[in-house]
């Protein structure tokens, strides 16, 4: 069965860094496209960033355009999101989701557990 | 940019009776849109796509319905796990989600 299962959320100091990584399991990682969606607390949820299923494009949220970059290693079934030059308002539980489709932006058909990432000072 | 508004905000209702979530985009989606359910502590749970295609292993009592600027996401006979969250979502541009309805028990 598919299986996504994210880390290396945490709290970090406006300003700072994180990276998160997303091991993916029970599916052909490799030929399907991934995101990043996330919910701050007690909100609604917002897309984040895709990669397409060979890395060849990458799209991101105007909110986080300049500051973050998603990235994959299809050798390890492992999606990536580096997150820079934080700020209070990337608080959130950031959870890795698979789209649909391999080759576009569709609809997101599994969602990891998510973690969490805090930004506070 | 295409906003989403889903209405009601909260529905209330008792288990076996039907639910009707709306969703409506500022300009038309065409099919492009998805449900989305989401329980307490829990990841969304993708629902129906392209408006009224129903996802991998989800009961025949969720539909969706619509077009254009309107879409409709029904169940036809609330069962207890149903009470959760639902978002729509629209790809007609970057994925784009609804503020959610929370459906809760009456």
């Known amino acids: 069965q598919v299986q996504l299962v994210e880390s290396g959320g945490g709290v970090v100091q406006p300003g700072g860094s994180l990276r998160l990584s997303c091991a993916a399991s029970?599916?052909?990682?490799?030929?399907?496209?991934m995101h990043w969606v996330r919910q701050a607390p007690g909100k609604g949820l917002e897309w984040v960033a895709f990669i397409r299923y060979d890395g060849s494009n990458k799209y991101y949220a105007d909110s986080v355009k300049g500051r973050f970059t998603i990235s994959r290693d299809n050798s390890k079934n492992t999606l990536y999101l580096q997150m820079n030059s934080l700020r209070a308002e990337d608080t959130a539980v950031y959870y890795c989701a698979k789209d649909l489709h391999w080759n576009t932006v569709t609809y997101f058909d599994y969602w990891g557990q998510g973690t969490l990432v805090t930004v506070s000072s | 940019e295409i906003v989403l508004t889903q209405s009601p905000a909260t529905l209330s209702l008792s288990p076996g009776e039907r639910a009707t979530l709306s969703c409506r985009a500022s300009q038309s989606v065409s099919s492009y849109l998805a449900w989305y359910q989401q329980k307490p502590g829990q990841a969304p749970r993708l629902l129906i796509y392209?408006?009224?295609n129903r996802a991998t292993g989800i009961p025949a009592r969720f539909s969706g319905s619509g077009s254009g600027t309107d879409f409709t996401l029904t169940i036809s006979s609330l069962e207890p796990e149903d009470f959760a969250v639902y978002y729509c979502q629209q790809r007609s541009n970057w994925p784009l989600f609804g503020q959610g309805t929370r459906l809760e028990i009456k």
């Open positions: 392209d408006a009224s």
């Open positions: 029970g599916f052909t990682f490799s030929s399907y496209g």
